[in-house]
């Protein structure tokens, strides 16, 4: 064990010793890391600083979106309008599944 193992195993027992990891949220529960392994090895670093950033990929928000989009199209009486947002989301799912695509792709490298 390496001088800064040591070091660092020594500051843990001493914040344990304080109650520092006490009150943690999701103690005792289980970790869901399938989040984490189905994201490509070469992303899971960036996905997970921007996770906990609270920043949501860009495949969130278009599935956000287009559910928006439903919303307003089941309440909608105008056809004209009905069209329009017919359109916004054909055009909302295309950019979806290239993102998609995209993602798939880079898996199998």
Do not use: H, W
């Amino acid at each position: 064990m390496s001088v800064f193992d040591k070091s660092v195993e020594a500051i843990l027992k001493e914040a344990v010793a304080r109650g520092e990891f006490d009150n943690l949220p999701n103690a005792g529960k289980e970790l869901d890391l399938t989040e984490y392994f189905n994201t490509p090895e070469e992303f899971r670093v960036a996905a997970s600083i921007l996770k906990n950033a609270g920043i949501k990929p860009r495949e969130a928000y278009l599935l956000r979106e287009i559910a928006e989009e439903k919303k307003k199209l089941a309440s909608c009486q105008d056809s004209a309008e009905q069209a329009k947002i017919q359109e916004r989301i054909q055009y909302l799912q295309i950019g979806l599944n290239l993102a998609l695509e995209r993602i798939q792709q880079q898996r199998r490298k």
